[in-house]
């Protein structure tokens, strides 16, 4: 490989655990329960919801419920 190859790696590495961290950041006390904890489907992997339009609606649910207060 190439230096900028490497370079052009390393960034998308640098990215992606960033994000990684942002997401992990975003659910910090869910347990990892074997099913999604927005619809309850199986989840393997030791992952908190089957999808990210489930991480989403869960994440918009709970926002939703802080801002009036419960």
Excluded: W
């Amino acid at each position: 490989m190439d230096e900028k190859t490497l370079e052009l790696a390393e960034e998308n590495l640098r990215a992606f655990v960033e994000t990684v961290a942002k997401n992990i950041a975003r659910f910090p006390r869910l347990d990892r329960c074997g099913s999604c904890h927005y619809c309850s489907e199986v989840v393997k992997g030791g992952k908190l919801f089957c999808g990210s339009e489930c991480a989403a609606d869960y994440e918009y649910e709970q926002k939703t419920l802080k801002a009036q207060g419960r």
